[in-house]
């Protein structure tokens, strides 16, 4: 018996111990590898192995191909050429304001293509706080990050010369050595959407003296020895260190000009003699950020996806912003140019991130959020329009007018740092033009809007998709207009908010093309890609009415229809006609290789669909789908994503959905019950509260809940409020392999849609 305590005791202490070690060291569950097995062919993530500080102003990564190649880093490559500073939010929108420097032995090549160099993935570390390399020449390099610069340590050969390539990239720059100092400042200035006037300010301080050095440009044709300065197109320099050198380089870099790239790195790097130190600081700052979300209870591979998706959604919106000597944040807009107190961000699609990112965020870091919020109308009113897609200019990608998600979701979340009526004033100028900028821009084709409900194809591209997002768009203006009392703008926006009815047939039951005369557009194919749908097709679209999925339900015939259309989405041939696109595109593949039907998570139309079941009363099917879409479609693994992580959205969803719950309707408070992947999961908010989510008998089988507590008391509805999560308390859920199919099915239970509350309301009582 004795034996057995001691035994039984030994193990508890050392569940205890890992306990303890899951906590101290989440950082390094995460794999900055995630998702870097993409090709513009096919997604897999899209991503590159960021080195960074939560939301930092700079990045750090390896570089695998091309200067100007929007796929920076696959993981099917064997070679790297370089170690640069990144931005990049999208493969498909590029990065900007990039430099590289890379380690050179024996002969001096400064080349890309030449000086590149291969490398081993076992050779390989990848955490967000640390990334390591030892190359096939000999040299190894190590980066540690810090908001807007990093340290980073380049070990070279003996007996061999050891020089430090710098390339400015592509477009413009400059560089000045300066041996005396052990220096290098520069400019760069590339990238697409660049405001007139940007530059990046760089500077790089060495702790070694330079051997040699000099200039070169135009790939690497012309190299002009002992040249301390150049300025031009694609230029670059190079420094020789003594042979055998350990090099310790600090990098950062400004916005604002030379004198701030040298602040920035004073007040960030100045204080690490080694890179150890470095390492250490910002592995706890990732391990604090991690932190806020603690789980148990699941396996290995569960964890290592977790922290690696809750990595991904801590990486945008970017700061914009730096430190002034006075300790106050100051930034140069990129939509004026000028030199501004207050806080910015960037690198932020928001087609993509208003579905889960960003709800994300005002759970996580309202703080930061609501500093977001006011740099939203910061923009606006210094460039006239609300921004939609920025990296760092605005560029007006996609479609949607999706600034007015962000600040009606805020506001209804009690996220109140900005003016609600400037919010109201730029959405009524955003609905009611068009900006000079891409589709997502202002409203295109508005008129036709205000004048036939919807806009009519082939007027307009990809007019029911736009008409879909702008009727949500519209609602969200009236939730915040309704909320401080503008009635005048309540009736405007809430007339429109049910404009996706116009563009729904109940003849095929799907979302249609329709002609400027109100004829539906011939030879229907809802398999068919493109024309008036974005990125997708009619088995897609026809579920993108995220405020009021109960009036899609009555368009549909009501619950059994309307459950039947979702069942075969997930039936349907695994099939897809080419469209408008003329080629197959990635998404096309994607969805193919997911192979579950017309399900096409890797793109977000539909990223909300698998949720809606809890609106038509059978919730089981939320819970049942939810659960097989992470274990099939996620992991850790460079193939860990189904598709692009365009900004952290992709990744969001996974981190709400393994805690059991999503924002299906941002501009509402509340978030959609789903079926959790861990047996607890312990939130900590910026207050000092808690929510915890208790799933007990929660396995990879048991993905039913049986039964729900809220506090103690019990919850059958199928959402919960933005303010039950946040004030903190316990949610408890009874798992079971087999579904309830009497819990949460009463009208009451599901949650918000228009055409519910409408209905509500004018019941009159008994």
């Not at 768009?473 to 909320?483: E, I, K, M, N, V």
């Not at 274990?631 to 850790?636: A, F, G, K, T």
């Not at 693994?637 to 996974?654: A, R």
Request: net charge negative; with cysteine.
């Amino acid at each position: 018996m004795l034996l057995r305590i001691t035994f039984v005791g030994v193990l508890c202490l050392l569940s205890s111990l890992l306990a303890a070690l899951q906590a101290e060291d989440l950082a390094d569950y995460v794999n900055t590898l995630q998702g870097t097995n993409s090709r513009f062919e096919l997604t897999r993530g899209n991503t590159y192995p960021t080195t960074a500080l939560p939301f930092g102003m700079h990045t750090w990564t390896p570089q695998t191909g091309a200067n100007g190649d929007g796929w920076k880093y696959q993981f099917e490559k064997d070679t790297i050429r370089g170690f640069q500073q990144a931005h990049q939010c999208s493969s498909w929108s590029n990065d900007y304001a990039v430099f590289s420097v890379m380690p050179v032995v024996g002969t001096l090549v400064v080349k890309e293509e030449q000086r590149s160099v291969g490398f081993r993935h076992e050779d390989e570390t990848a955490k967000p706080y640390d990334y390591r390399v030892k190359l096939a020449n000999g040299a190894s390099v190590a980066m540690a990050p810090t908001e807007r610069g990093v340290f980073m340590q380049i070990r070279f050969p003996a007996e061999e010369r050891a020089y430090l390539v710098i390339d400015g990239y592509t477009e413009k720059g400059s560089l000045e050595i300066l041996p005396n100092k052990q220096c290098v400042t520069g400019t760069v200035r590339n990238g697409r959407n660049q405001p007139r006037g940007f530059r990046n300010y760089f500077v790089i301080e060495a702790d070694q003296p330079f051997v040699s050095w000099g200039t070169w440009q135009h790939g690497g044709d012309v190299i002009q020895a002992t040249e301390t300065q150049i300025e031009g197109h694609r230029v670059g320099g190079y420094l020789e260190f003594p042979l055998g050198s350990i090099v310790n380089l600090k990098i950062a870099s400004s916005y604002i000009d030379l004198e701030q790239a040298h602040a920035n790195l004073s007040q960030e790097l100045g204080g690490f003699t080694s890179i150890e130190a470095a390492r250490t600081a910002a592995k706890k700052v990732w391990n604090d950020h991690l932190g806020k979300v603690q789980i148990e209870g699941g396996t290995e591979e569960e964890f290592r996806t977790f922290y690696s998706c809750l990595f991904r959604a801590s990486l945008f919106p970017r700061k914009f912003y730096e430190i002034d000597a006075a300790g106050k944040p100051i930034y140069r807009s990129p939509y004026d140019g000028r030199v501004h107190h207050g806080y910015m961000y960037t690198d932020t699609g928001l087609w993509d991130t208003f579905r889960s990112q960003m709800p994300l965020n005002t759970l996580l870091h309202p703080t930061m959020h609501g500093r977001y919020m006011v740099a939203l109308l910061a923009a606006y009113k210094q460039c006239g329009w609300l921004p939609s897609w920025s990296f760092p200019g605005e560029a007006g990608s996609m479609i949607g007018n999706h600034a007015i998600s962000l600040l009606a979701d805020a506001w209804v979340k009690e996220i109140r740092t900005f003016d609600p009526e400037l919010a109201l004033s730029a959405y009524q100028h955003e609905s009611s033009g068009k900006g000079p900028w891409g589709p997502a821009n202002g409203r295109g084709g508005w008129e036709d809007i205000e004048r036939l409900g919807y806009l009519p194809y082939p007027n307009h591209h990809e007019a029911t998709a736009k008409t879909l997002e702008y009727a949500y768009d519209d609602f969200c203006g009236q939730q915040l207009a309704r909320d401080i009392g503008r009635d005048d703008q309540v009736t405007k926006f809430g007339g429109r908010m049910f404009n996706y009815r116009h563009v729904f047939d109940p003849s095929t039951g799907f979302v249609r093309g329709k002609n400027d005369q109100g004829a539906w557009n011939d030879n229907f194919d809802p398999a068919e890609w493109g024309g008036p749908f974005t990125e997708g097709c009619a088995w897609h679209w026809t579920w993108a009415v995220f405020h009021d999925v109960a009036g899609l339900i009555e368009l549909m015939g009501g619950d059994e229809a309307f459950v039947s259309k979702l069942d075969a989405v997930f039936t349907a041939p695994n099939d897809y006609r080419v469209g408008t696109y003329g080629a197959p595109i990635h998404e096309m593949r994607e969805m193919v290789l997911a192979n579950m039907g017309q399900y096409a998570h890797g793109n977000q139309p539909m990223q909300h669909m698998v949720y809606l079941y809890n609106y038509a009363g059978q919730p089981w099917k939320s819970q049942q789908w939810t659960r097989t879409i992470m274990q099939r479609l996620y992991d850790s693994s460079e193939n860990g994503y189904p598709g692009d992580e365009d900004q952290g959205q992709t990744s969001s969803w996974y981190v709400l959905s393994a805690l059991g719950f999503y924002s299906v309707c941002p501009g509402t408070d509340e978030y959609v019950l789903g079926s959790p992947v861990f047996k607890k999961a312990t939130i900590a908010f910026e207050s000092g509260k808690k929510f915890v989510i208790e799933a007990h008998n929660n396995s990879s089988q048991n993905v039913y809940i049986q039964s729900a507590k809220l506090n103690g008391q019990p919850l059958e509805r199928n959402f919960l409020r933005h303010s039950e999560i946040t004030n903190g308390g316990v949610l408890e859920l009874e798992m079971s392999d087999q579904p309830n199919l009497s819990r949460g099915i009463r009208l009451e239970d599901r949650p918000f849609s228009v055409s519910k509350i409408q209905a509500a309301a004018s019941t009159p009582e008994l």
